[in-house]
């Protein structure tokens, strides 16, 4: 089944368990303004409800980037008009990028180019990350003065720490390849190979277990920073082993065939 959603800015397709997601301003190197930040919350809220969604991707439309972050212009309208300042601890809409990486289903996000600031904040919220070999990232809020409030917690957790305070203190921009060498995107393929790729890496995934990736993605967010004794006996959700798949995997494998899996 395909089904489009989605609004002015951002294109949501759902097509064969998997959500598309793309940010949709080439002309403003997608940026994110007020209405593609609330989009974003609502179509991942959507997908988490959505027992026909197994796993989303997220791209940018055109050849020049990802998303250049928040919508400056945007901001300097509202600085210009006497707005009070965002506060990402004082919205009254949820923070979409905590929206993305609360989403219980696998999320990839497919970097076609720039992923800068809050575009590189979106991408951290997902999963995985494949890169265009021409793609750059960066956090430059440093340089607008500006904060990075996402990005400074989730980027020391992907990186190693000194990788870290460098990006954030300096705002320099580093390519894919550099990116995958600290283990910040996993996989750098030619621009033109990239919607292939990230197709096959998702139907990959949708080849294994749904609730096994499930568990596997709240036991690493619930156990990412505690002591192996207490991580072990954490009671996670959804429960495999109990499962109308787990009978299915087993008897698939007995069958010599691919099993049939239904996420319950």
Not at 138 to 158: K, Q, T
Not at 204 to 216: E, K, M
Not at 217 to 226: D, G, P, T
Request: net charge negative; glycine share 8%; hydrophobic share 45%.
């Amino acid at each position: 089944m395909t089904e489009a959603l989605g609004t002015d800015g951002l294109r949501v397709e759902v097509r064969d368990r998997v959500g598309y997601v793309t940010l949709d301003r080439p002309e403003r190197r997608n940026a994110l303004g007020s209405a593609e930040m609330a989009a974003l919350v609502e179509t991942f809220v959507r997908f988490d409800a959505d027992d026909d969604v197994w796993a989303v991707v997220i791209t940018g439309a055109g050849d020049k980037a990802f998303s250049a972050g928040r919508d400056l212009k945007e901001l300097a309208g509202r600085d210009s008009a006497g707005a009070p300042p965002p506060s990402p601890m004082r919205q009254p809409l949820r923070n979409p990028f905590e929206v993305v990486l609360e989403c219980r289903k696998p999320t990839v996000a497919a970097l076609n180019g720039a992923a800068l600031g809050g575009g590189l904040e979106l991408a951290l919220a997902c999963d995985v990350r494949l890169a265009a070999d021409t793609a750059t990232l960066a956090l430059p809020e440093a340089l607008r003065g500006m904060g990075a409030n996402f990005g400074s917690v989730m980027l020391p957790r992907l990186v190693p720490v000194g990788i870290a305070y460098d990006m954030l203190y300096t705002g320099r921009t580093i390519s894919a390849d550099e990116a995958a060498r600290w283990g910040l995107v996993n996989r750098v393929v030619p621009f033109d190979d990239l919607p292939d790729a990230a197709e096959e890496y998702v139907r990959t995934l949708l080849a294994n277990a749904p609730l096994t990736i499930r568990r596997y993605k709240q036991v690493i967010q619930s156990s990412l920073h505690q002591a192996p004794a207490a991580a072990l006996r954490l009671d996670v959700r959804p429960d495999p082993y109990s499962s109308e798949d787990r009978v299915e995997g087993v008897r698939a494998f007995a069958e010599k065939r691919a099993p049939q899996w239904r996420a319950r």
